[in-house]
């Protein structure tokens, strides 16, 4: 039972436009989300999060959005650039020291 | 440099012959967990650590156990490896359980079990 869902595996985007990662979940407790980028060989690094009392969260080129009535979330990047190539991640919590993960979107930015 | 190390970073071994993995922070963050990352089906969260002496199961405990003496280790045991473990594994550290705050993960193991 996948609580955290990623419907899109891969996503290719041209240099300069903008990228959108989508992201569904079915636990309303959650309140906390997070969003976190992985290079091939390395390990996850953070990006950004946003708590459940907001819609919106902007941190330079990465903005995310959260609708909780449709319990969905996005990021969008942008403009995109090829070093965002990675896969994405999103990440909700609900309770202290639990975080669940989605299964993830590779983002390829094409120059 | 403010780092996660996991050792060894490649492991190839067969069923059932005990194993550890070790993890170690050096930002004296409260916060551990570990996690395996599968195709398809994204990183999943085995144990946790918000403090020493202080584990928790995450979502896929079965087969593993954790041990947290220290604040800066937190190994990872697999008593008796199955080939269903094979998997990436990546530990996590934070300054505090509130997942709101940054994890820093670690390079990641691949483990193989024959």
């Known amino acids: 039972d996948q609580q955290v869902k990623q419907n899109s595996p891969s996503l290719s985007v041209q240099e300069g436009r903008i990228s959108i990662l989508n992201c569904d979940y079915t636990?309303?407790?959650?309140?906390?989300f997070l969003w976190y980028k992985k290079y091939p060989a390395e390990g996850p690094t953070f990006l950004i999060s946003i708590s459940s009392i907001k819609d919106k969260n902007e941190d330079g080129r990465f903005t995310v959005f959260l609708n909780k009535s449709a319990k969905h979330l996005s990021l969008h990047i942008v403009p995109s650039q090829p070093g965002d190539s990675a896969v994405y991640f999103c990440?909700?919590?609900?309770?202290?020291?639990?975080?669940?993960f989605g299964q993830g979107t590779e983002l390829s930015v094409k120059p | 440099e403010a780092q996660v190390t996991q050792n060894p970073r490649y492991l190839i071994t067969v069923t059932g012959k005990k194993l550890t993995v070790t993890c170690s922070q050096n930002m004296n963050h409260e916060y551990m967990s570990w996690y395996r990352q599968d195709p398809g089906l994204g990183l999943r969260q085995i144990y946790y650590s918000m403090n020493v002496e202080v584990t928790d199961k995450g979502d896929v405990p079965e087969g593993y156990k954790v041990s947290r003496k220290e604040k800066r280790n937190f190994p990872l045991i697999l008593e008796s490896p199955s080939p269903n473990q094979t998997s990436l594994y990546f530990c996590a550290s934070s300054f505090s359980e509130r997942v709101y705050t940054e994890q820093f993960f670690g390079p990641g193991t691949r483990l193989t079990v024959l």
């Open positions: 990440a909700a919590s609900g309770e202290a020291g639990k975080l669940i």
């Open positions: 636990n309303s407790m959650f309140d906390y």
